[in-house]
């Protein structure tokens, strides 16, 4: 499971469910998700024959939801549930002004199994029990290890992007001034591989196999400080050190489960996170991405 939480949802009057589209996506915030959905107004049999084959072979959603009644030739809720519940297996929700019940014996007479059927007029009141409980089923403490390594791959991305424009565009002097302090930080690298090398013996080796090497990340990040002076995001003490640390703790270290806390920790570290943790750290992923975004 990543930050975003993907919908498709099928609707043809899509002004009517906007406020149960925004009240989901307020919701979600606050598991640190964001909302993106893909919309379609309408699906004819061929288009739903070519949407069940497309999503057979690649379902990038976390949900699926769709109207029964799409109006003119299209096709109805309970035949949509259908063709795609042969093909694909990810949550779906039904709803209509019909009642719950109703649709439930519509479910049943198409035969289509594993299809949550939801009443519009109380569509956020019955719908979001059911993604709730979908993102406590999916967002394991292990799945968290996986979201922390991609975001940050994507924030290390950012930044280098985000370097390269803003040193781009310094005078000539400055930007030799930066190329010597990258030199200069190289060749402080460079020393210290010299070093360790030269403490390395029989005697010494066993302590220095656990200790991994430093990325230069951290390179680009203090660079880009200088430039920006933002010791909030890019400083030593900042939200990006902060959280490529982390990053660093969770690729290189064996992760400890407590199943009876239902928490993890990182060997060698004695902070223990819990779901609410991991909550917390994919909002701050998203602060930060929206952040480095609108510099």
């Not at 589209?21 to 288009?47: A, H, M, P, Q, V």
């Not at 990038?60 to 297996?89: H, K, S």
Request: proline fraction near 2%; charge should be negative.
């Amino acid at each position: 499971m990543k930050i975003k939480y993907k919908a498709l949802w099928i609707e043809d009057q899509f002004e009517y469910v906007e406020p149960y589209i925004e009240g989901i996506g307020d919701r979600l915030k606050t598991y640190g998700f964001k909302l993106e959905i893909t919309r379609l107004n309408s699906l004819s049999e061929n288009e739903l024959e070519t949407l069940s084959n497309k999503l057979s072979h690649y379902n990038p959603y976390d949900m699926i939801l769709f109207d029964y009644d799409l109006g003119g030739n299209n096709q109805t809720g309970n035949v949509i549930a259908r063709e795609l519940r042969n093909r694909i297996f990810t949550d779906m929700i039904f709803y209509s002004g019909k009642s719950s019940e109703d649709l439930r014996t519509v479910l049943y007479e198409t035969k289509v199994d594993g299809v949550y059927p939801v009443y519009r007029p109380n569509f956020l009141d019955d719908a979001w029990p059911i993604i709730e409980d979908q993102i406590k089923r999916i967002c394991d403490i292990n799945n968290m290890r996986g979201v922390i390594l991609d975001e940050m791959s994507k924030v290390d991305l950012k930044i280098r992007e985000l370097y390269k424009e803003k040193y781009e565009a310094l005078p000539k002097e400055t930007q030799k001034d930066q190329v010597n302090r990258i030199q200069d930080a190289l060749g402080k690298r460079i020393e210290n591989i010299e070093r360790q090398k030269s403490n390395m013996n029989s005697d010494t080796l066993s302590g220095l196999i656990k200790k991994p090497l430093n990325v230069e990340f951290n390179t680009v990040r203090m660079r880009l400080n200088s430039i920006l002076n933002n010791e909030q995001i890019f400083g030593e003490n900042g939200s990006l050190k902060e959280k490529q640390d982390l990053r660093n703790q969770f690729a290189h270290n064996k992760a400890v489960y407590d199943d009876d806390k239902g928490t993890v920790s990182i060997h060698g570290y004695n902070t223990e996170y819990s779901f609410d943790d991991f909550t917390n750290i994919r909002k701050e992923l998203i602060g930060l991405l929206e952040t480095i975004d609108g510099i």
